[in-house]
C-alpha cells in the first residue's frame, strides 16, 4: 500500500514545504548566531561531563551519575536539534531510513530530559526522608538501571510507530521526505498516540516532582539535625520544577510553529517566527541545565572553572561529596 494512495489525509503541515527560505545576509548572521550558540553551550555541556568523569567520587555518587546523563543527554539532543535545523533552513530532503535514525535520536533524548528530572527528584526525596536507606535505595547499580528503564521508556512509542510503517509501507523507508517528527507519521492516530503520549510523560513528571518537593519540605520544617542538607534538597527540588518548566517550553516548540506556519502570510515572517521559537523555546532551556544546576554545585563550579579555562589556575586534588 503506498502512503500518497492512503484513503486517510494526513493534515499535519510540513512547514518546509510551505516555504523556502530566501538567503540573505539578515538571514545568514541570524543563522549564525543560532548555530553559534548551539555549538557554545554544546561545548559547555562538553566540559561540564568531563568535569563530572575527572573525579571517580562523581562516577561513585547517585545524584551526580544523573547529572551527568542529564547533561549528556542535552548535549546530543542539542546536536542533533541543530543540524535538523540546519537541514531545514538548506531545504534538503532526507531519505526516511536516515531521518527516522535522526528523528529517533531526537525523540529519545527530548523524552528523556523530564524522566531523568523526575529520578533526579526522587532521588533527592529518598536521602533526605530514607537518609538511613538511601546508600541501599540509591545505589550505583539501581541509579544506572534507571537510567536504562528511562532509554528504554523514551523509546518505545517511536519503536512502535517505526514497526508498525514497517509492516504497512516498507517502501516508504526508501523515499525522501523533509526530516520532521510529523512526517513520519502515516496514520491520524500515530499524531493523537504521540501528543497522548507526551502529555502523560510530562503530568507523570509533574506530579513525582510535585509530592517530592512538598516531601522533602515538610521533612526539612520537621526535622531539628541535618537542617542544612534538608534545606539543599529543597532547593534542587525546587530547580527541577524550573527545569521541567523548561522542558515543556521544549515540548510547544512544533505547536508554535504549526501555528506560526498557519498564521504567517509571507516567508519572511515565518522564519522569523520559527527563527525566535527555535532560539528561545527550543534552544535556550536545554542550555540552561548546567548554569542553573552545575554552577551552584560547590564540588562541581571550580572543577568546572578549571578546565573552562583550559586548565589552567588551580584545581582542587581531592573532592568532598555530602
Known amino acids: 500500500m503506498s502512503v500518497s494512495n492512503d484513503s486517510i489525509v494526513i493534515y499535519i503541515i510540513i512547514h518546509q514545504q510551505m516555504f523556502q527560505p530566501v538567503l540573505s545576509e539578515g538571514l545568514v548572521s541570524k543563522v549564525?548566531?543560532?548555530i553559534l550558540m548551539s555549538l557554545f553551550f554544546i561545548y559547555l555541556n562538553a566540559i561540564m561531563v568531563y568535569t563530572l568523569w575527572s573525579k571517580s567520587v562523581f562516577k561513585e555518587t547517585p545524584r551526580y551519575i544523573l547529572f551527568n546523563h542529564m547533561?549528556?543527554?542535552?548535549?546530543?539532543?542539542?546536536?542533533?536539534t541543530s543540524l535538523l535545523y540546519i537541514l531545514s533552513l538548506a531545504y534538503l530532503?532526507?531519505?526516511?531510513?536516515?531521518c527516522?535514525?535522526?528523528?529517533?535520536?531526537?525523540s529519545t533524548t527530548f523524552l528523556n530530559a523530564p524522566l531523568n528530572l523526575a529520578v533526579m527528584s526522587v532521588e533527592s526525596y529518598v536521602a533526605i526522608t530514607f537518609p538511613l536507606r538511601h546508600a541501599e535505595i540509591a545505589s550505583q547499580k539501581k541509579t544506572y538501571i534507571a537510567i536504562g528503564i528511562i532509554w528504554c521508556t523514551s523509546m518505545i512509542q517511536f519503536i512502535i510507530d517505526l514497526f508498525y510503517v514497517l509492516l504497512t509501507d516498507p517502501t516508504f523507508f526508501s523515499s525522501q521526505i523533509f526530516c520532521t517528527r510529523e512526517g513520519l507519521f502515516i496514520k491520524q492516530w500515530q499524531l493523537d498516540?504521540?501528543?497522548?503520549?507526551?502529555?502523560?510523560?510530562?503530568?507523570?513528571?509533574?506530579v513525582i516532582i510535585l509530592f517530592t518537593y512538598i516531601r522533602i519540605l515538610i521533612t526539612a520544617r520537621s526535622i531539628t539535625s541535618n537542617k542544612e542538607s534538608a534545606a539543599k534538597a529543597h532547593?534542587?527540588?525546587?530547580?527541577?520544577?524550573?527545569?521541567?518548566?523548561?522542558?515543556l517550553t521544549?515540548?510547544?516548540?512544533?505547536?508554535?510553529?504549526?501555528?506560526?506556519?498557519?498564521?504567517?502570510?509571507?516567508?519572511?515572517?515565518?522564519?522569523d517566527l520559527r527563527y525566535l521559537n527555535y532560539l528561545f523555546v527550543l534552544i535556550l532551556p536545554r542550555c540552561l541545565s548546567p548554569l542553573i544546576y552545575g554552577l551552584r554545585d560547590d564540588c562541581v563550579r571550580?572543577?568546572?572553572?578549571?578546565?573552562?579555562?583550559?586548565a589552567t589556575g588551580k584545581s582542587r586534588s581531592t573532592v568532598y561529596v555530602q
Open 93 to 98: 530532503k532526507l531519505v526516511v531510513a536516515a
Open 71 to 80: 547533561l549528556f543527554n542535552d548535549l546530543i539532543q542539542l546536536f542533533v
Open 250 to 271: 521544549s515540548f510547544l516548540y512544533s505547536i508554535i510553529e504549526r501555528a506560526a506556519a498557519t498564521s504567517s502570510t509571507s516567508t519572511s515572517l515565518f522564519m
Open 302 to 310: 571550580p572543577l568546572f572553572i578549571y578546565y573552562f579555562r583550559c
Open 100 to 106: 527516522a535514525f535522526v528523528i529517533f535520536v531526537t
Open 193 to 206: 498516540a504521540y501528543q497522548g503520549v507526551n502529555m502523560f510523560y510530562f503530568v507523570s513528571v509533574s
Open 32 to 34: 549564525s548566531f543560532a
Open 235 to 247: 532547593k534542587t527540588v525546587l530547580l527541577h520544577i524550573i527545569q521541567l518548566g523548561l522542558c
